[in-house]
């Protein structure tokens, strides 16, 4: 199994207190890596540290490396815009364009110079994320009319369409209710094929149905990383059996 | 666990006394309502009176009888009939034979006697011609109520009409300054107004927009930035007279050879040498409410979610795509709104105009931003602060002119505003 995301020693900081500590982790290429924890661990920090989002944010600062397919993403000439065309994001609550389907999934691509068939985007983009015979009728509705499910297949999509190598997701089910949750989770399942995913939850039984692996972070402390099965069957740590079997978070 | 149970045996007395109080009835609590229901109601019935008697008072200054009094009686031209009811051609003559031969000359030059209208014509027999004066104008509400007295008075009077006058009229509207209140028009000022605010418009839409987005969007924060916040919240708070004061030294003194156009060859015409232009009073007005479009900008700026933004960054757009496709487009109602409202505001704008120079006469109406001007306001001020009453009579169908376009411009922006809301109506 290819690593493609390394991060090492890392650190970040907002303004005077430090929100991770020391954070050294391995992705794998193609697989699904959980990052859980309870609230406040840092654990949506790390995410967005993977694509640099965090620099949008006044007064904040970082030390150490994140290197994707051996490459330093925090080097100083390194322009975080291109980092995320490359690491796409998925957010917690479903966060499409006040506009239409169409130009919520071009909008993307077309920004970053894409220049081929339109429609063939659409319709390649949406297939894969099993929207398309949902919504091949009305691509130019406004997609605030999807419902809370479609609409976050309809964000994934979007992130898919602008060819990332890694998708990064913030929670994604959390808004949505269980019957949407178990069709992103097959779509994330499918999707792992052809994308390296790192995803964000709350849910522990989400963790363990869909991930290869898990990282258990605790006060910005990755506490215990490994194989999903692992983690979940026999923790090292008594803080992540604790956090695992529901006695704290 | 453990600590909550030690925390609550601690003061479970107390605890337990704070949850047996009584509920207020809510019979007093609704008559607090009733209290404030009732001021509110009255305020608000409060403004819309003092609004409707603001309306009424310009409308009863703009319509009303007029007694004339004439040095040539105007049944001597039209056999008994009225002026108004002669042809075309028949005024012309009567012009001609009648008036001194440099004035029909001078006239004729402005505009070609066969081209004007027929009230024109009958207008300038009536001031010049019959050299009519006005002995009193009346006021819509004493023409309505008292009109059997205003008879009364008028035949005391030897050679003298009474004729119910409308002062706000296409020729009023059409019409170039003069001393004669029957003859003096607007044209000149709304042209003037135009002009300045067009100018407005164009200096202050870009700057403020911009300033807006880059203190929102690109400025890191910094005490530098808070110092320049402040700095536009107290700029916003200036009289505009002082920022007269700035246009007068900044655009009229120190540009003067942009402002007066010299350094573009403009030179003849209505142009002038001074730097007393329609440019310089629109840059001076830019002055006075960048401050408002930048604040209200930002305002509507920052009202954009920050899931809108982090979706677009997500994307790998830049700053820039962020902002061009995103973020304007979900505020511009909001932006827009704001920067209309203070445009409006500044058309009725006088006294910073006063300083830098409006001028206070002028039949010549502005042919380009380097012209001389006068504006709608300022010839309000001109008019009211006259003694005779017909000049008061002018004013009041200037001010509705005035807030004609006032409205139609707030009307603009309100139906905008709408029409973006419907379309965000869905989030």
């Known amino acids: ?249 | 666990m453990e600590r909550i149970t030690s925390h609550s045996s601690k003061h479970s007395e107390d605890i337990n006394k704070a949850l047996q109080w009584q509920p207020k009835p809510l019979r007093t609590r609704k008559r607090n309502e009733t209290i404030m229901r009732t001021l509110m109601l009255i305020a608000l019935y409060c403004t819309i009176s003092f609004l409707f008697i603001l309306a009424g008072s310009i409308i009863n200054n703009a319509f009303g009888y007029v007694l004339f009094t004439y040095e040539i009686h105007p049944t001597e031209f039209s056999q008994g009939g009225e002026i108004n009811e002669l042809s075309h051609a028949k005024k012309i003559a009567i012009l001609k034979e009648n008036l001194r031969e440099r004035v029909y000359i001078t006239l004729d030059r402005k505009k070609p006697m066969e081209k004007r209208s027929s009230q024109d014509l009958s207008a300038i027999i009536f001031s010049r011609v019959l050299k009519a004066s006005v002995l009193e104008a009346y006021s819509l509400f004493e023409s309505l109520f008292q009109r059997g007295q205003l008879i009364e008075n008028a035949l005391t009077y030897p050679n003298a009409d009474l004729i119910f006058r409308s002062w706000i009229s296409p020729r009023f509207i059409r019409g170039e300054q003069s001393t004669n209140p029957l003859e003096s028009g607007i044209w000149g000022a709304i042209t003037g107004s135009v002009g300045v605010i067009l100018v407005t418009i164009l200096f202050s839409f870009p700057l403020g927009i911009g300033t807006a987005v880059y203190l929102c969007e690109y400025m890191p924060r910094s005490r530098w930035k808070n110092l320049l916040q402040i700095n536009i919240y107290n700029l916003s708070g200036v009289p505009s007279i002082i920022y007269g004061l700035l246009g007068l030294v900044v655009f009229v003194r120190v540009f003067l050879p942009i402002t007066s156009g010299q350094l573009f060859g403009f030179t003849s015409g209505a142009a002038t040498d001074s730097g007393r232009t329609i440019l310089s009073a629109g840059l001076t007005l830019t002055l006075l409410i960048l401050p408002v479009i930048v604040i209200n900008t930002q305002e509507a700026i920052l009202s954009v979610p920050t899931y809108i933004k982090q979706a677009s960054y997500g994307l790998g757009a830049t700053k820039w795509q962020t902002v061009w496709h995103h973020i304007i487009p979900y505020c511009i109602g909001r932006i827009l709104t704001g920067t209309i409202l203070s445009v409006s505001r500044a058309i009725g704008e006088t006294a910073p105009l006063v300083v830098v120079g409006a001028s206070t006469f002028l039949t010549i109406v502005p042919n380009s931003i380097f012209s001389k001007y006068t504006t709608l306001p300022i010839q309000i001020y001109q008019w009211s602060a006259r003694p005779q009453q017909e000049f008061q009579n002018l004013a009041a169908g200037a001010i509705l002119v005035l807030l004609t376009i006032m409205l139609t411009l707030n009307f603009i922006a309100i139906m905008y505003r709408k029409r973006v809301q419907k379309k965000l109506a869905r989030l």
């Open chain 1, 1 to 249: 199994m290819k690593s493609i995301i390394q991060i090492k020693n890392f650190n970040f900081f907002y303004g005077e207190s430090q929100a991770l500590h020391d954070v050294t982790l391995d992705f794998n290429e193609n697989q699904i890596s959980a990052l859980i924890g309870p609230s406040g661990c840092g654990k949506t920090t790390l995410l967005r540290c993977i694509n640099r989002m965090n620099d949008l944010i006044d007064d904040t600062r970082s030390e150490g490396n994140i290197t994707i397919h051996e490459k330093n993403i925090y080097l100083a000439e390194v322009d975080p815009v291109e980092v995320r065309r490359k690491v796409g994001m998925v957010f917690q609550k479903p966060n499409p364009f006040p506009k239409t389907i169409w130009d919520n999934i071009v909008w993307g691509a077309k920004i970053n110079g894409y220049t081929g068939n339109l429609e063939e985007l659409v319709e390649s983009t949406l297939t894969r994320t099993a929207l398309w015979d949902e919504v091949k009728d009305k691509l130019h509705t406004n997609a605030l009319f999807l419902s809370g499910g479609q609409q976050q297949r309809l964000c994934i999509a979007r992130a898919i369409a602008i060819k990332p190598d890694v998708i990064l997701m913030d929670e994604p089910t959390s808004a949505l209710d269980p019957v949407a949750t178990a069709r992103i989770e097959s779509l994330i399942t499918e999707l792992k094929k052809r994308y390296s995913i790192v995803i964000v939850t709350h849910n522990m039984q989400q963790a363990g149905r869909i991930s290869d692996c898990t990282s258990f972070l605790l006060n910005g402390v990755v506490v215990e990383h490994g194989r999903t099965k692992e983690i979940f069957l026999n923790p090292k740590e008594k803080k992540t059996e604790e956090y695992i079997s529901g006695e704290f978070g």
